[in-house]
C-alpha cells in the first residue's frame, strides 16, 4: 500500500493488548482509554498474549481503531510455553490479510518484552502511532458494515 500524505490532524487510536505477564511486578495493571501525546491508546490486559486470534485484532481495526499493539513475553519466558509464538503467528496472518485489502500490515505491531510500565507500554503504542500516521487513517473507520 502505498504512504498516505501525512496528516498533521490526524491522531491515530491504537488498541494496545498485553500480556499480564509482561508488566513490573510493582506496576499495578491499567486498562482504558489513555491520551497520549499525538495519539489515543486503549490498554487491555490478556492472561497472555497467545490468546489473541487473528480476526480479533481484524475485528479491532473493522470498529475504528488505526492500529493494534500485541504485547507479548520474551519467547522464552512465557508462561503458557508458546503463548508468544502463537501470538506472532496470528499477527502475521492478519497482517497477510491487511495487506490482501491494502490496509497495510503496518497497522499491526508485536513487540516481546518483560518488566513494562503502563508508560513503556504507551511509549511502544506511540511507536505504532508514528508508524500508522504515514498509513493515514484506517479507511473502514466510520464505515457500518
Not at 498533521?8 to 486498562?31: G, H, K, M, T
Not at 507479548?72 to 502475521?92: D, I, M, Q, W, Y
Not at 497482517?95 to 499491526?108: P, S, T
Not at 518488566?115 to 466510520?142: C, F, H, S
Amino acid at each position: 500500500m502505498a504512504a498516505a500524505k501525512p496528516d498533521s490532524n490526524f491522531s491515530p487510536e491504537i488498541v494496545a493488548l498485553y500480556c499480564r505477564q509482561c508488566l513490573d511486578a510493582e506496576e499495578r495493571p491499567q486498562e482504558g482509554a489513555r491520551p497520549a501525546k499525538g495519539f489515543n491508546a486503549r490498554l487491555v490486559m490478556l492472561p497472555c498474549s497467545g490468546k489473541v486470534e487473528a480476526y480479533q485484532m481484524l475485528r479491532i481495526l473493522e470498529q475504528g481503531a488505526d492500529g493494534v499493539l500485541l504485547v507479548g513475553c520474551p519467547e522464552n519466558a512465557c508462561r503458557f510455553l508458546v503463548g508468544s509464538r502463537r501470538a506472532e503467528k496470528r499477527l502475521t496472518h492478519a497482517g497477510q490479510l491487511l495487506d490482501l485489502v491494502n490496509m497495510g500490515a503496518g497497522r499491526l505491531a508485536l513487540k516481546r518484552a518483560a518488566d513494562l510500565t503502563t508508560a513503556d507500554i504507551l511509549a511502544l503504542a506511540g511507536q505504532l502511532a508514528e508508524r500508522v500516521k504515514t498509513l493515514g487513517p484506517n479507511p473502514m473507520k466510520g464505515d457500518s458494515l
